[in-house]
Every structure is written in C-alpha cells, then in structure tokens.
C-alpha cells in the first residue's frame, strides 16, 4: 500500500487545493492510503538566517511544528502539491516552509525523488503570476520527481472540478504519479524542465527554476535553448545536492578567514535608524550545548 501525501498550502478548508488533492487521490489506480497536510494549521517559524541546521545534528534551533512536516514528507511515497494564488504568487504558508528549506538537508537521502506532481490554483485565468514557478521550484528544492505541474482556474470552493477539460488534467495527474511523467508542452529548460525564464539579454534567458543560463534562438519556429549547468546546481542530481550542502557549510569557513573585515564592516552599521519593534517576546530558541 503507498502512502500518499497531499500538502496543501491552502488555509480554506474544502476548498479547490483540497479538492484537486482529493480528486487525484480518488482517480489513482493505485492501492493507497491518503495523508493531508494543511501548512496554514502547522507553526513554522520564518527562518532566522543562522545555518546552525547545518551542523547541530538535530537540526534547527527553532522549536515549532518543522520536524513534524519533514517527519510527514520523508514518511510518504509520493507527494501532491496543491497551491493557490494568493496576491500573484503562491500562498505564503509554502515560502515559510520552503525558507527552512537548508533543514531539509538534514532529512537527505530520505527525500531524493519522491514522485510529486504540483497543481497551480488561480481564480482568475491568466492571473496566477508566480504561482506555478513556486510550486516547480517547491518540487525541486523537495528534491522530488517531478512527473507533472499544472495550472488550474476555479475561485470559488470545488469550482476547479465544474471545466471538464480540469477534471481530465487531475486524471492525468493520477495515472502520471506512479506511471509515466506528462510529456511537456511548449518551451522547456533542456536542464530542468521548466518554463519561466528571464531575458537577460538579447540572445541570453536564465531559467528560473534551476537557475542556469544560456542562449536562445529560434530554429523552425521553435525556440531552442543553449542553457547549460553552472557548475554549481542546486537539485538536478542529489550529488548537487550534496555539493551545495558542503558550500553552504564551507561559509564557516569563509566567515572565520574575513571575520575581521566583516565585523567591521557591520559594527559601523549598527547605530543607524531606530527600530520599530513587535510587543511580543523574542522568537523562543532551543539552547546549544557547548
Ligand atoms: C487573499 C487572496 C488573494 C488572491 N489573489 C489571487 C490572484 O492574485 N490571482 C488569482 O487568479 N486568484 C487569486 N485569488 C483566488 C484564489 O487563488 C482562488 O480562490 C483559489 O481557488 C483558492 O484556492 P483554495 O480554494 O484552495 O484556497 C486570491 C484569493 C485570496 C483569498
């Protein structure tokens, strides 16, 4: 029996994310038991920037509901990512757990390419801005298999299910899960797979899920990429993900070798504005021992 996790990063309850969730999950040819994961109802803390995820071997210094979402994520066989747009991009619960992201590494192995598939939700067509980018680039930092994302229009609650044409893309999403990826349609990064790139020039694009660059021209009317690795990727292999896990240590290093220059830069720094602060207490954080 797969175990099968739907994560939505909608706080409305039954509505369209749930739902599509629910439909794939209905629509899935294999035996399986299905987990929901609501993000809104998980307290995840911003991330305080400190890399301690790192080193200190129970991972993060923040005491709140992270482990128990990882915990949720490494446990299943496959994920569905449900997300709708809030304001032109995703919903903010997915950005909150993705900035935690460097505590994922401390799950490593655990989640390297679990078959996932995103779904985009907007109310508006056309009006989805950044949403589906996010959830491509969620799948990829999950280090997922990515075997389809998609964008769905519906507002009001289940209205994703009313257009035909969406009830056959979820069916297609289910029989991909398992089986074999949705061939893509249109341009596509030759790296990654995906589908929003910034011009950086003329004849240069950088994809903005992997973050490599390159050329584009056009060849019979079709668009051909000469984007190629930087050297330095984030999630193609989990080599990659490996490598930059040991850059992101080595900046102790770096930290300690320009300690001087940069505690001198920063001190100048401190004195300037005034701070409006929040009447609460400070973010709680676990002690280090040592
Ligand atoms: C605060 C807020 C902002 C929204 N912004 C957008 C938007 O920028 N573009 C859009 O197409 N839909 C927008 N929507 C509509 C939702 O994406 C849409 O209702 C979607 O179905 C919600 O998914 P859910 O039912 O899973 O929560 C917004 C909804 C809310 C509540």
């Given at each position: 029996m797969?175990?099968?996790?739907?994560i939505?990063?909608?706080?409305?309850?039954?509505?369209?994310?749930?739902?599509?969730?629910k439909?794939?999950?209905?629509?899935?040819?294999?035996?399986?038991?299905?987990?929901?994961?609501?993000?809104?109802?998980?307290?995840?803390?911003?991330?305080?920037?400190?890399?301690?995820?790192?080193?200190?071997?129970?991972?993060?210094?923040?005491?709140?509901?992270?482990?128990?979402?990882?915990?949720?994520?490494?446990?299943?066989?496959?994920?569905?990512?449900?997300?709708?747009?809030?304001?032109?991009?995703?919903?903010?619960?997915?950005?909150?757990?993705?900035?935690?992201?460097?505590?994922?590494?401390?799950?490593?192995?655990?989640?390297?390419k679990?078959?996932?598939v995103?779904?985009?939700?907007?109310?508006?067509?056309?009006?989805?801005?950044?949403?589906?980018?996010?959830?491509?680039?969620?799948?990829?930092?999950?280090?997922?298999?990515?075997?389809?994302?998609?964008?769905?229009?519906?507002?009001?609650?289940?209205?994703?299910?009313?257009?035909?044409?969406?009830?056959?893309?979820?069916?297609?999403?289910?029989?991909?899960?398992f089986?074999e990826?949705?061939?893509?349609?249109g341009?596509?990064?030759?790296?990654?797979g995906?589908?929003?790139?910034?011009?950086?020039?003329?004849?240069?694009?950088?994809?903005?899920?992997?973050?490599n660059?390159?050329?584009?021209?056009?060849?019979?009317?079709?668009?051909?990429?000469?984007?190629?690795?930087?050297?330095?990727?984030l999630?193609?292999?989990?080599?990659?993900?490996?490598?930059?896990?040991?850059?992101?240590?080595?900046?102790?290093?770096?930290?300690?070798?320009?300690?001087?220059?940069?505690?001198?830069?920063?001190?100048?720094f401190?004195?300037?504005?005034?701070?409006?602060?929040?009447?609460?207490?400070?973010?709680?954080?676990?002690?280090?021992?040592?």
């Amino acid at each position: 029996m797969k175990k099968l996790l739907g994560i939505l990063a909608s706080p409305r309850k039954l509505g369209n994310s749930e739902i599509a969730v629910k439909e794939i999950s209905r629509l899935l040819p294999e035996p399986h038991e299905l987990s929901l994961l609501r993000l809104s109802d998980f307290d995840i803390k911003p991330c305080l920037g400190c890399y301690q995820c790192l080193f200190r071997p129970e991972g993060c210094v923040l005491k709140d509901d992270f482990a128990i979402v990882a915990e949720a994520l490494a446990a299943a066989d496959a994920w569905i990512l449900a997300v709708p747009t809030y304001v032109l991009g995703a919903n903010a619960s997915l950005k909150r757990l993705l900035d935690r992201g460097l505590g994922f590494y401390h799950r490593g192995r655990e989640l390297w390419k679990k078959p996932a598939v995103g779904i985009a939700i907007a109310g508006m067509e056309g009006k989805e801005g950044h949403t589906k980018l996010e959830v491509d680039s969620a799948l990829r930092l999950l280090m997922a298999e990515v075997k389809a994302s998609v964008i769905l229009y519906g507002a009001l609650p289940g209205e994703v299910l009313i257009p035909q044409e969406n009830r056959g893309t979820l069916a297609r999403l289910a029989a991909a899960l398992f089986g074999e990826p949705i061939p893509e349609a249109g341009p596509r990064c030759p790296m990654c797979g995906g589908d929003t790139f910034r011009f950086m020039d003329e004849r240069t694009v950088r994809c903005m899920v992997c973050s490599n660059a390159g050329t584009f021209s056009f060849s019979g009317g079709k668009p051909v990429f000469g984007i190629e690795s930087s050297g330095h990727d984030l999630f193609l292999t989990e080599a990659d993900a490996v490598t930059h896990k040991a850059w992101l240590a080595s900046m102790k290093e770096r930290f300690i070798a320009h300690k001087d220059e940069i505690k001198a830069i920063t001190r100048g720094f401190r004195g300037t504005g005034a701070w409006i602060r929040p009447r609460r207490p400070e973010t709680p954080i676990e002690e280090t021992e040592g």
